[in-house]
C-alpha cells in the first residue's frame, strides 16, 4: 500500500496555518491602527440647567434662569492630514433664554472658542497647529481608548488647568454601561475683569480691576471603557467678582449647581459609542479568537489527512496474463 496527499487536506492544513497567523496580527496590529481619533469629526452637544445667571441690564444677579451650553466640535482635516494628528476646533457657548436662539454665537452670554490637537493613539495634547489654549493632562473631549480604573487629568477650560478626576464606579445611561469619573474644583482665581468699583463694593473709585473667581461644584462624566467617548457629563460652574485682595464674593456671575447632557445629546453618544465600541470589539476581540479557534481546528484536520493520507492499492506484475506457445 502507498499514501498519497489529497489536494483537500492541504488546504485545510494551509488555511487553518493562514487564521493562526491572521490572529495576533488583528489583535496586536490591526486594533492598535484601528483606534485612533477621527480627524472628520463634527459634533455638538447641549447641556442643559438652571441657576443664577448675572443680568447686565438689571445690573444684578438674577435666580431662575435656564442655561443653555452648547459645546460643537469640528474636526480640521487639512492640518490633521499634514500634522499627522488629530485637530478639533471646539467653540462653548454659554446662553440663557435671553440669548437664544442668536444669530451670531459671540451674541452669547460667554462665547469660547478653541483649538484641540492630540495624538490620534494616546490621546496626549501636542502642541503645534495653533492649538489655543495650552491643554495639559489626560482628558478633555474624550478620554484615552480603553479607559482604566484610576483617576485622569482632566482639563478644564474654564480654569484654565487641569482637575483630577476619580473612578467612581459604573452608571448606566440611556441603558449603556460606562465608567464614572468625579470630581470638584476649589475655588480659584482665574482672571481680572475691569468693572464699575460700586460693583464689587468699591463706591469711591469708578473702575476697579476685580478678580474673577471660578469653583466647580461637581464633575461628573460617564465614558465608554473600550472608545474613551463620554456619554454623560455634568458640571456646577460658578463665576464670581471680587474686589482686590478680598476674600468674599461680590458678585454672582453664574452659579448653577448641575448643568448636564440633555437627553437627546446622551442619546447620540450613546448611539456613537455602541458603533465604535462594536467596531474595535469585533477587529480586537471577535475576529482574533474565532481566527484562533477556526485555525486551529482546520490546521488539525488537516495535518490529520496529510498523516494518514489516502490508501491506494499498488498493482503486482504477478497480475499479467502469462505468455503462451
Known sequence: ???????????????????????????????????????NIDTTAVYTGTGSVFDTDKVQTVPGQRITVTQRVRGDVADSERSGDAVWDVTTTV???????????????????????????????????????????????????????HAYQWWDNSLGATVTLHYSGTRKVQGYTGYRFTGTVAPAKVGTRLVPGALVGRPSVGQVLAEEWYANQGIELVVDQRTGRVIYAQVGPRRTLRAPGSAKDSVVLLDSRKIAFTAATQKDQVKQAKKESGRLRLVGQTLPIGAAVTGFVLAVAGAVLVVRGRRNPETSDTSRPGLTM
Open 95 to 149: 446662553d440663557t433664554d435671553k440669548t437664544l436662539p442668536a444669530a451670531d454665537p459671540h451674541d452669547a452670554l460667554e462665547f469660547m472658542p478653541g483649538r484641540w490637537v492630540t495624538d490620534r493613539r494616546t490621546n496626549k495634547p501636542v502642541h503645534c497647529c495653533q492649538e489655543k489654549p495650552y491643554y495639559e493632562g489626560d482628558a478633555y473631549l474624550k478620554f484615552p481608548f480603553d479607559v482604566r480604573k
Open 1 to 39: 500500500m502507498r499514501r498519497t496527499v489529497t489536494p483537500f487536506s492541504l488546504v485545510l492544513l494551509g488555511l487553518g496555518t493562514f487564521l493562526l497567523v491572521l490572529a495576533p496580527l488583528l489583535a496586536w496590529y490591526v486594533t492598535p491602527r484601528a483606534a485612533v481619533n477621527p480627524i
